[in-house]
């Protein structure tokens, strides 16, 4: 099958490389010149294991193109996704739809055949049918069937979360784009991958609502971590415990500095919005989006605190940048917020992340001084600080932190070690939520 796929960023990209890898013809549209270049010279803008494998194998192979043109790329295309941006709209929280509007109607000016357009990025409830409604406008004169097929990819396995979904969700009224969306899928009915139709609302819904909850979790979790300090119990084995129900599920219960990311706070952000636009506002997100800000917030004061109260004239090693491991990406990080406050406070930063060097320096306040690895940024320092879990700090032996640290004092936001045997190695070691 020939598709179009009208963005070559996240979503787009990862999307685009896995249908080629389907067998189809896949024609990634990107407008960022420089982004574009970058594709075509076998480059990969964005930080993702096994994409570049993955882009290379199908580019090579003549299934996987990138362009600017999209009259050329929907050429005899029987799919058109739409996977570009939809960041939160300044001001007021809901997703800015005017690079999805405006790839819609280039599209629909172009086109010379009847096909499907699926939008892949996140939209709001109600945004395909304005699709439909802006095609019909454009183009009186052509059929084209409308459908949203959401993406749940996690950044860092993304393509295993393509390959191997927990489901695909295609929300149509038409009978057309319903056959040609299963046609593309096939290759998942061998691994019996559940396909779920529904409505274009209901689709949109699905989305938000996945994010949503487990935003939900992830926050409930962080709560309970604060409830453990105070009463003496330890959150891993609480996550253990009610994560065992089979009801409750043991993914997304891993206590944290706060969520961050592309996705979670945009969207639970935007789904306050949708819901209040609607007239049944959802309380409960809400509240999510508000406690995970003030828990992103506090946990500088966390640290200042661990320091006996100030951090001024001291020397901290942060390790882990990125939002979470396996990625480049800093949008919405907890150590932005965190890096910020301690400079403010006085506080000499020297940092390390594996991949998120390059995106954090812009980010990150003037002063910090970026080391090329774990160990380097921890000489010296009176205290470490962990944001990130990337498993190569879970690797490090105390001894040999302890060999070029100045203090003795470890404040983990991902409790990545055991108590016990930081204690043991000498460290005064603060965790979440474990006593
Ligand atoms: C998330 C969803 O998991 C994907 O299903 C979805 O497709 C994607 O958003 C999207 O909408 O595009 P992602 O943002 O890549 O994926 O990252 P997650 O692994 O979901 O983590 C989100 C945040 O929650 C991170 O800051 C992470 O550190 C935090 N988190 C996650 C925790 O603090 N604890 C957990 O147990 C899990």
């Known amino acids: 099958m020939r598709i179009a ?7 787009g990209l990862v999307s685009g490389a896995c249908f080629a890898e389907f067998g189809n013809e896949v024609a990634v549209v990107e407008s960022d010149p420089a982004k574009l270049a970058m594709l075509r010279g076998g480059g990969i803008p964005i930080y993702e294991p096994g994409l570049p494998e993955l882009v290379a194998d199908n580019a090579r192979a003549g299934r996987l193109t990138f362009g600017n043109d999209i009259e050329s790329a ?9 996977a570009v941006g939809t960041p939160t ?3 007021d929280g809901h997703a800015d739809l005017t690079y999805v509007f405006a790839a819609v109607e280039q599209v629909a000016r172009v086109l010379a055949a009847p096909t499907v357009v699926v ?3 996140t939209v709001p409830v109600g945004t395909g049918r304005k699709i439909a409604e802006i095609l019909c406008e454009v183009r009186p004169d052509l059929t084209i069937d409308v459908a949203s097929n959401p993406e749940f990819l996690r950044e860092g396995s993304a393509i295993a979360d393509f390959m191997r979904p927990d489901r695909v969700v295609i929300g149509t009224e038409s009978e057309r784009a319903r056959e040609t969306l299963r046609a593309l899928y096939r290759p998942l009915y061998l691994i019996e991958a559940p396909i779920l139709f529904t409505g274009l609302e ?4 699905i989305k938000y609502a996945a994010n949503s909850f487990l935003a939900m979790k992830v926050t409930f979790i962080n709560e309970m971590a604060d409830l453990c300090e105070r009463a003496g119990a330890d959150v891993h084995d609480v996550a253990r415990g009610i994560g065992l129900d089979g009801r409750i599920g043991r993914k997304f219960l891993h206590a944290g500095p ?7 706070p945009k969207d639970t952000l935007a789904m306050v919005r949708i819901a209040q ?3 049944a506002p959802t309380r409960l997100v809400e509240t999510v989006v508000a406690v995970n800000d003030a828990r992103k917030a506090s946990m500088a004061a966390r640290i200042v605190a661990a320091a006996g109260g100030s951090v001024r004239g001291k020397t901290i090693a942060v390790l882990g940048l990125t939002f979470k491991p396996e990625t480049d990406d800093m949008r919405d990080a907890p150590s932005i917020p965190i890096v910020g406050r301690l400079i403010e406070d006085g506080a000499h930063i020297r940092a390390f992340d594996p991949a998120g060097m390059d995106q954090a320096r812009p980010l990150l306040p003037p002063g910090v001084q970026f080391c090329n690895g774990a160990l380097e940024a921890a000489e010296g320092a009176d205290l470490l600080v962990i944001i990130t879990e990337w498993n190569e700090f879970r690797a490090i032996a105390p001894d040999k932190l302890g060999a070029v640290m100045k203090g003795r004092l470890i404040v983990d936001l991902r409790n990545l070690y055991d108590p016990m045997l930081m204690r043991a190695a000498g460290f005064t070691y603060a965790s979440i939520g474990r006593p």
Request: hydrophobic share 35%; net charge positive; glycine share 24%.
């Open 89 to 91: 709209r300044r001001g």
């Open 119 to 121: 939008t892949k990025s």
């Open 277 to 279: 636009d609607h007239g």
């Open 258 to 264: 706060g969520f961050g990311g592309s996705c979670f």
């Open 74 to 82: 929907v050429r005899g295309a029987e799919a058109v996704f739409i």
């Open 5 to 11: 796929m009208i963005g070559g960023g996240y979503v």
């Open 202 to 205: 209901t689709a949109e819904l």
